[in-house]
């Protein structure tokens, strides 16, 4: 979320030069419609970028201030830079100088927040590695072992020229093999050590701009998976593919790994939504969602992997067509919310609360509602443009945005629970060993004898599907196959599966088992 950050304090002068108090009209309010999953979410971002989550007194004030707000969902910023608001993760704990020495945010704000009723979802930013102006000063940080000082060793997402730093931020690079595991370990922490409700997946993309992934490693992983040869062009549509697959794949490892520690918890992600929206899926695969961060959101979301997807929505009404590309968002990622298993998937459209003033905030959160949508704002440490262009303090700003949230009509106006109860809660997770190659290799899941799903090898060889009914499920993959029962209820794992290289392997005809005993 911060390089949307630094992006809208380029922007916010356009916003600035309308003049106090002047705003375009905004776009029509829809009709509403039936809700879906999701509808009865309303949430707040708190962020760790400054003041909120530092001290006891601090939370307690901000689980307050949530409260009287009428939110019934935090969105917690837990995993910011590969190190914690909290002491029990895989990563080291933030070293903010702020921060009170043996203090647990996370777990504190858990605490109070379930005691009032209000879900907590830990808020990972699961590519970040560091932002050089504030570095977390551990030994054990990533960027001190895996950074740039490693050499071959390194795990940072690079351009063609070798370079890493984009802005003053480090990425971690989905497709270094260790990199991913990394990643999924520090999430499912969260899930092992702390009663969150869910989690939600931040920077699960590559970063802007497209010629990222270079790695050296990356590349030789790249050609040994596809046979191919040199060093793709960024534009390359096969390498982007390929990259792409790469952040679904570690999606799809932290869904199941979660949903194998606790069926219940939420799998939700804050996903790109740049410039105007789609109107199909096919208009989507030319956005720079899909084709330059590299996001298939839709696809994560019918797959089952992605419950909860809460947009990035950060549009300013009044600014050119800003206020048409909110809505059109909101309805393209309605269109596309049914899973696989005929099940759907929840959404919510996050508000950019530090681009706007309140009277805009409250309008987009009212749309978003009447089309059928939760609501999610961005942030509480900055609610209004003018705390973020530091005219208003946070308190002036909060105290602004409440009014016209909790007014008659408004998003907050009758606060309630948001009581739904995850989509996914069963599915199955596999790997396949034994080779020096064990990514990119077509997986086929078939039950009753149809093929159900598909997909592909992570680069550790792990496999798995969410959107599957439950029952006798059989798996393809490499000339090998198992078959084994999808519960009712948690992820089922699968022996490991010990593949030979065929010549002819992604064309080998596998043989349908006869049915097996689970």
């Known amino acids: 979320m911060t390089t949307l950050l630094r992006r809208a304090a380029l922007l916010l ?3 600035l030069a309308l003049g106090p108090g002047a705003q375009a009209a905004a776009p029509p309010t829809p009709t509403a419609l039936t809700a879906q999953p999701g509808a009865g979410l309303r949430g707040l971002w708190i962020d760790a970028f400054g003041p909120g989550l530092y001290t006891p007194g601090q939370v307690k004030a901000t689980v307050e201030d949530a409260a009287r707000l009428g939110v019934n969902t935090l969105f917690v910023q837990a995993i910011r830079r590969a190190d914690c608001l909290c002491l029990k993760a895989a990563v080291p704990a933030a070293t903010d100088p702020e921060l009170t020495p043996g203090f647990d945010p996370l777990a504190a704000v858990i605490q109070q927040a379930h005691a009032r009723g209000l879900r907590v979802i830990a808020w990972i930013s699961v590519t970040g590695a560091a932002n050089e102006a504030r570095p977390n000063t551990r030994l054990t940080h990533v960027m001190r072992t895996r950074g740039p000082q490693a050499g071959a060793a390194s795990w940072l997402s690079r351009r063609p ?28 922490s969260l899930v092992r050590h ?49 990259k792409r697959q790469q952040v679904t794949n570690l999606v799809r490892r932290i869904a199941l790994e979660a949903k194998a520690l606790k069926p219940e918890v939420w799998i939700s992600a804050a996903t790109i939504t ?44 009044g600014v050119a067509e800003q206020g048409a590309w909110y809505d059109g968002w909101n309805a393209f990622a309605r269109q596309v919310t049914v899973r696989a298993d005929g099940t759907q998937a929840a959404v919510a459209a996050g508000s950019a609360m530090y681009l706007n003033s309140p009277a805009v905030t409250a309008a987009q959160a009212r749309r978003a509602v009447q089309a059928g949508l939760g609501w999610v704002g961005y942030s509480y440490r900055t609610p209004t443009a003018d705390v973020y262009s530091q005219r208003q303090t946070t308190a002036q700003g909060f105290q602004a945005a409440l009014a016209l949230l909790r007014s008659p ?27 020096a190659v ?20 992570d680069a550790l060889g792990y496999y798995g599907f969410a959107a599957l009914r439950p029952g006798l499920t059989e798996i393809r993959v490499s000339g090998q196959r198992w078959t084994d029962t999808v ?17 002819a392997e992604p064309l080998a005809p596998v043989p349908a088992l006869p049915p097996a005993r689970p």
């Open 274 to 317: 740049y410039a105007a929206a789609p109107t199909d899926l096919a208009a989507f695969q030319k956005t720079r969602t899909y084709a330059d961060v590299l996001q298939d959101w839709p696809g994560w979301m019918k797959d089952g992997l992605l419950e909860l997807n809460v947009l990035m929505n950060y549009k300013r009404d």
């Open 161 to 188: 020229d070798g370079t890493w730093q984009e802005g003053r931020d480090a990425w971690l690079d989905p497709a270094i093999p260790e990199a991913a595991d990394y990643m999924t370990q520090a999430a499912l």
């Open 409 to 435: 009509g408004g998003a907050l106006a009758q606060p309630q629970p948001w009581g739904d109860t995850a989509p996914t809660t069963r599915g199955l997770l596999g790997r396949v060993t034994g080779s």
């Open 194 to 242: 702390y009663d969150v409700d869910g989690l939600q997946l931040d920077r699960i993309r590559y970063p802007d701009g497209g010629a990222w992934g270079y790695d050296a490693k990356v590349l030789v992983r790249y050609r040994a998976e596809t046979g191919r040869a040199g060093t793709p062009a960024a534009s390359d549509p096969a390498w982007q593919t390929w």
């Open 438 to 457: 064990p990514g990119g290799r077509r997986v086929q899941a078939f039950q009753d004898g149809q093929l159900v799903a598909e997909g592909h090898t």
């Open 13 to 15: 002068p356009t916003l």
């Open 487 to 503: 519960p009712v209820r948690g992820v089922v794992r699968l022996p490991d599966l010990l593949v030979r290289d065929l010549t």
